[in-house]
């Protein structure tokens, strides 16, 4: 059970933070040709703000899940394949 938490876990970490470095590149794009619209900068710095506030979110629940592995005895972080 620890190892399906463990990899569940680990999956949806790397999904988050390539879907987070996609959503960052693609404010940063929107905020340099934006060309002085201020409804194009407007909507750039609210994707990038909400960049941000998505990384400390899954930072937060990271930290969570680690804490409730603790109390479990579960080693949710250690990552290992399955042996055929």
Known sequence: ???????ITQMVAVAAGILLFAY???GGFKY????G??????SAKRM???AVVGMIIIAFAYF????????LGIEIFKL???KP
């Not at 059970?1 to 990899?7: F, Q, R, S």
């Open 1 to 7: 059970m620890g190892n399906l938490i463990n990899n």
């Open 24 to 26: 960052l590149l693609f």
């Open 32 to 35: 340099i040709t934006a060309g």
């Open 37 to 42: 619209d201020e409804k194009a900068v407007d």
């Open 48 to 50: 990038l703000t909400n």
């Open 64 to 71: 969570i899940v680690g804490i409730i592995g603790k109390v």
């Open 80 to 82: 290992e394949f399955p």
